[in-house]
């Protein structure tokens, strides 16, 4: 049976919470977690600190629902010296080829789909209605923003965040467009070349911000 306990209580655990309603029923969600605003209800179900969650559910299934690539990176570890792996989540109204495999921690969310060859690292998500094109190599703890869209034969190094509708050029088998570790892509923007590990890009074509013409 797959239940799930929600770590998190902001957006994303809302968006989460509406496909796990869609594809298990109420009885799929066993509680949301929020260290700092525990001892609620959201949306009919008890918002309770990560101990209390550990202790009421423990065969639950978890997954985090934090946008935020280190504080997801963060939650996983607290997560896996109390619980073990986290779960992954392909909702069923996703497209998702027939080679694709989702390591833990992996969400894909309605309305997106995954082409052929692509492979999602450790606690990667996409969220809402993003394509991810052929041949595509996306790093851990990545955040992929609603709307977004990702040509083929891109890379995104580890704990990179693509803001909504976000779009990603396709390079070549030879030279694939790559989006260096921990960088910003804001929303909107249309990255057509590298972007370099630890910066932010914004606006077409996307330039460091500060540099960014309409
Ligand atoms: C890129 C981003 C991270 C920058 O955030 P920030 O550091 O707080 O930046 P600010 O809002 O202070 O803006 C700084 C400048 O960049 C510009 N800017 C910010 N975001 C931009 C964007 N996405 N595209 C174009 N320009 C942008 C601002 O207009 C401002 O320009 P100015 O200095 O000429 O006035 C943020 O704007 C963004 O796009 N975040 C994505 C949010 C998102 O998609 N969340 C998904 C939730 S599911």
């Known amino acids: 049976m797959n239940r799930f306990c929600i770590y998190g209580a902001g957006g994303h655990a809302k968006d989460l919470l509406a496909q796990l309603i869609f594809d298990f029923g109420r009885d799929g969600v066993l509680c949301l977690v929020d260290d700092f605003e525990s001892g609620r209800q959201q949306a009919g ?9 550990c202790r009421r559910h ?4 978890w997954l ?13 570890r607290a997560i896996e010296s109390r619980i073990g792996e986290e779960s992954a989540f392909v909702s069923s109204r ?4 027939y080679d ?4 833990p921690g992996v969400q ?8 052929a060859e692509v492979t999602l690292g450790r606690g990667t998500i996409v969220n809402l209605g993003s394509t991810i094109s052929h041949e595509s190599r996306i790093g851990d703890f990545v955040s992929i923003s609603p709307g977004c869209t990702l040509a083929g034969r891109v890379r995104v ?5 693509l803001g909504t509708g976000a779009t990603i050029m396709n390079g070549t088998a030879e030279r ?27 606006g077409v074509p996307a330039r460091p911000m500060g540099q960014a013409k309409c």
């Open 176 to 202: 694939p467009i790559t989006v260096g570790r921990k960088s910003v892509v804001g929303a909107g923007a249309v990255v057509i070349r590298d972007v370099a590990a630890g910066s932010t890009v914004v």
């Open 157 to 161: 190094e580890d704990e990179v965040f």
């Open 108 to 115: 894909v969310l309605a309305g997106c789909c995954i082409s």
């Open 58 to 61: 423990p065969k639950a299934n």
């Open 45 to 53: 179900f008890d918002v309770l600190d990560f101990e209390t969650a």
């Open 64 to 76: 985090i629902a934090v946008g935020d690539p280190s504080q997801r990176l963060r939650i996983t």
């Open 100 to 103: 694709f495999a989702p390591a």
């Open 94 to 97: 996703a497209f998702v080829a």
